[in-house]
């Protein structure tokens, strides 16, 4: 390609007119640097100048010297504008300075500053929703400190991450200045909160086996709503959406969803900054079954056979995540009680995509040969070590055992004195070695407690409490409590010593005053006053035994005229000694909420070691729960009792039994037994048996709101030994109800009512058909 005569002659104009421009700013940049040289110096003179002397100006509150040490070029260099452009950043880095400026007079340097000023006060205003304390927590700069920008740059981004924490994302904050004498300022944060930035959608993407509103129930993060008054979950946080992550996870794990996996997780704020719409992308894969369950053993001294019957897995079940953890403790135990110490059992997975089976194996082999060399324990500034030392299923010394570390971890947690709980195996002082660190945060054990309430049984009522879980450190607990109600009335001390004489023993002594108003039901008051002593210890992990033995003055008082002959007899005191022992057996998963398992506990009571009462009483309860759908539990319980005299002595009324109100309900509180013909008193039983089948279940309402339903059928009787006085009504027929009711865990306390219709009743028998319970603590 060739150029025509025109664009030739256009570069060469081009280039001349560069070329021109280029040797003029050479010449101008020469003709400014010999006009810097002082008269008479030539150039190369400059460059070689030494500095004689500098001189430090606008200093007042820093020192000269002070000043001078921060430069880089000093007294006697050779003045070279590289060091001196070096020294004026050293200068400003120091953060002492607002403006500084070096020149050159001959040989002298003069360093000109402004120093920053010196801050005086530290304010805040227009916060409201968070306290000027947790905002002087947050930030660098406090009274007597140097006032830079940047310092408070970075304190108003601090300041708005703690509103952001909190929910607040439309927030601004701006910095003022007051100037003061002396160089000195007051800073003020002008703060305007805004509104609270609200979670407005919660979406999800790709969730097919479980609908958006039940993968909403199963994450910490909540949409907006006016009932969420008391909790801040419906306020963005970063760190919650990744559990969240982590929930969602572990629910479809549980579920048998293998290959699930959360793909993003995204949380978009609106233009204005007041709603957050949040996002979850979810693959959630195939479901799979069990298929072959099997285990490996390369042990001595442990077979396969007696590992099999160990693994509690059902072939062609939902695959479930958490089942794994389980079966390893089980043969961990198991192994363990055999005198192995050394054992490594790993789950070896093998999905079979096509089949959408999971063959699970269990390899079971020698682990390593390590020992306990040391037990730390940091943290905890009022909970003694031995509190938490005693947990520990392991000493220094013992073979190392990850399941005893496990279940060692689970019991610390399990004395709730903790806020925080670490424990972690690290490498000891040589290779077959391990030490055991626990770091834990305490929190507070001691707490007093004002409540009210109303109940059926009791009326209204005001209950008072004083409980420390943790007197001085020690791990002992002390009660006291008080509960003034319309019909009863109660005060009790109450003192334990969890590790008594160093064993794992419970002790404890209590001190008690119990009234109860029984006029409606039987026509009379009773009063007991007592103490008694108590021993408790577990068998097993599972099993555990309680003793206890109580003195106390019973009376019976305030007899109505027209009360029946039986319980006119029985007005005036007695005392009471008597020896009580349980024994139970729970494998509950929950003891206040139980989802699955069973308890069953035996009480035996013998009163007769001193004073006039004497008999012989046994009871025997126990429950079963089942989890039959999501959120769906049905629970069987029962309980039967017998109470006999002894050495002659009648059974007196007050230690009988009655029945109705909370255990058959749809009759009133003692509604159902031997009664008087003439005054309908209830006279109470020698034997019982009661029961109930209830059902729990959700009401598709948020879970956070707490309330739930339930069905049931209650059913029972009460009946005396001997034959009845014609004068008493005794039936020993069978009384059933059914009925539905409602739980609300409220921020007030757990309020609870139930509708009963009694089915099979008899002409005597007392009925109730609504029952209300209504309590509250705070």
């Given at each position: 390609?060739?150029?025509s005569g025109?664009?030739k ?30 008269s ?8 070689t ?8 100006e ?11 040490s ?8 050779v ?5 001196v ?8 880095s ?11 007079q001959?040989?002298?340097?003069v360093?000109?500053v402004v ?13 409201k ?16 400190i140097?006032?830079t ?9 601090r ?16 910095p ?24 407005r ?14 993968l909403?129930e199963?994450?910490r993060?909540k ?7 008391f909790?801040s979950?419906?306020t ?22 293998a290959?699930?996996?959360v ?6 704020l ?30 001595k ?14 072939k062609?079940?939902?695959y479930?995540?958490?089942d ?20 490594s059992?790993?789950?070896?997975i093998?999905?079979?995509r ?24 940091t ?9 938490i ?23 610390i947690r399990?004395?709730e ?14 290779p077959?070695?391990?030490?055991i ?6 929190k507070s054990t ?5 409540g ?7 009326g209204?009522?005001?209950?008072l ?6 007197l001085?450190g ?9 509960t ?18 160093g ?33 408790g ?22 007899v109505a ?8 007899a ?8 008597e ?17 699955k398992?069973y ?5 035996n ?45 009648d059974?007196?009324?007050?230690d009988?039994?009655?029945?109705g ?32 089948v ?11 709101i ?9 059913f029972?009787?009460v009946?005396q030994?001997?034959?009845?006085d014609?004068a ?17 865990v ?8 139930d509708?009963?219709i009694p ?8 009925t ?5 319970n ?5």
């Amino acid at each position: 390609m060739t150029l025509s005569g025109k664009t030739k002659g256009d570069n060469l104009r081009r280039t001349m007119r560069t070329i021109v421009v280029s040797l003029g700013l050479l010449l101008l940049g020469m003709q400014g640097l010999f006009a810097q040289a002082p008269s008479g110096l030539s150039l190369p003179s400059i460059k070689t100048a030494v500095i004689t002397d500098i001189q430090v100006e606008g200093a007042q509150r820093v020192e000269a010297g002070t000043v001078i040490s921060y430069m880089v070029i000093k007294k006697g260099d050779v003045y070279d504008p590289g060091r001196v452009d070096r020294s004026l950043k050293s200068l400003f880095s120091t953060g002492l300075f607002s403006d500084v400026s070096i020149k050159r007079q001959g040989n002298v340097l003069v360093v000109s500053v402004v120093e920053n000023p010196v801050i005086n006060r530290v304010a805040f205003e227009g916060n409201k929703k968070v306290e000027n304390d947790t905002l002087e927590s947050e930030i660098s700069l406090r009274p007597r400190i140097i006032f830079t920008r940047t310092k408070v740059q970075s304190d108003v981004k601090r300041i708005l991450a703690v509103y952001r924490a909190n929910g607040r994302f439309a927030t601004s904050v701006e910095p003022k200045v007051i100037q003061l004498p002396q160089n000195r300022i007051d800073l003020i944060f002008e703060i305007n909160e805004g509104k609270a930035t609200e979670i407005r959608k919660i979406r999800f993407i790709g969730n097919g086996e479980f609908s958006d509103s039940r993968l909403r129930e199963l994450i910490r993060t909540k949409e907006t709503r006016w009932w969420r008054f008391f909790t801040s979950s419906d306020t963005y946080d970063p760190d919650r959406l990744t559990l969240d992550r982590e929930l969602l996870r572990l629910h479809y794990l549980k579920k048998g969803f293998a290959d699930f996996r959360v793909i993003s997780a995204i949380a978009e704020l609106s233009p204005n900054r007041s709603n957050f719409f949040i996002t979850f992308t979810l693959d959630e894969g195939n479901r799979y079954k069990y298929g072959d369950i099997n285990v490996a053993v390369r042990l001595k001294g442990v077979t396969e056979k007696e590992l099999s019957g160990l693994l509690e897995l059902k072939k062609g079940s939902w695959y479930d995540s958490t089942d794994s953890e389980g079966v390893i403790q089980r043969l961990t135990t198991h192994i363990n009680d055999k005198g192995i110490s050394f054992v490594s059992i790993r789950p070896r997975i093998n999905r079979i995509r096509d089949k959408k089976l999971i063959n699970l194996t269990f390899d079971v082999n020698e682990g390593p040969r390590r020992y306990v060399e040391r037990i730390d324990i940091t943290g905890n500034v009022r909970t003694q070590d031995k509190v938490i030392r005693r947990e520990f299923l392991l000493v220094e010394g013992d073979a190392f055992n990850v399941s005893k570390l496990r279940r060692s971890r689970q019991r610390i947690r399990n004395l709730e004195f903790f806020q925080k709980m670490k424990v972690d195996q690290i490498p000891g002082s040589a290779p077959d070695k391990v030490i055991i660190k626990t770091n834990v945060e305490e929190k507070s054990t001691g707490s007093v407690t004002i409540g009210g309430g109303f109940s059926t049984t009791s009326g209204a009522l005001i209950d008072l409490g004083i409980e420390e879980r943790n007197l001085l450190g020690l791990g002992q607990e002390l009660t006291i409590s008080a509960t003034i109600a319309e019909k009863q009335n109660d005060l009790e001390f109450k003192f334990t010593e969890p590790y008594f004489l160093g064993r794992q023993v419970s002790a404890g002594a209590d001190v008690f005053r119990t009234s109860q108003d029984l006029q409606d039901s039987s026509s009379f008051d009773r009063e007991a006053t007592g103490a008694a002593l108590r021993l408790g210890y577990p068998i097993t992990e599972r099993l555990s035994q309680s003793w206890r033995y109580s003195f106390n003055k019973s009376k019976i008082s305030d007899v109505a005229t027209d009360a029946s002959p039986f319980i006119q007899a029985e007005e005036g005191s007695r005392i009471v000694s008597e020896l009580t022992q349980v024994l139970a057996y729970d494998t509950r998963d929950n003891r206040l909420l139980p989802t699955k398992g069973y308890v069953v506990r035996l009480t035996n009571n013998f009163a007769g070691l001193g004073g006039p009462t004497k008999h012989l009483r046994t009871r025997l309860k126990g429950a079963r729960y089942y989890s039959i759908f999501e959120d769906w539990v049905i629970g069987f319980k029962g309980e039967a009792g017998y109470i006999v005299g002894l050495f002659d002595e009648d059974v007196r009324l007050h230690d009988r039994f009655f029945m109705g109100g909370e255990t058959v309900r749809g009759f009133d509180t003692s509604g159902i037994g031997p009664r008087d013909r003439n005054t309908s008193d209830a006279l109470g039983g020698e034997w019982k048996y009661n029961g109930s089948v209830e059902a729990t279940f959700p009401l598709g309402l948020p879970n956070e709101i707490g309330i739930k339903g339930r069905l049931f059928t209650d059913f029972g009787s009460v009946s005396q030994t001997q034959p009845s006085d014609p004068a008493i009504f005794d039936s020993s027929s069978v009384r059933v109800s059914v009925g539905a009711g409602l739980t609300w865990v409220s921020p007030f306390g757990p309020i609870g009512l139930d509708v009963g219709i009694p089915v099979l009743k008899e002409k005597l028998d007392q009925t109730q058909i609504f029952r209300l319970n209504f309590g509250t603590r705070f």
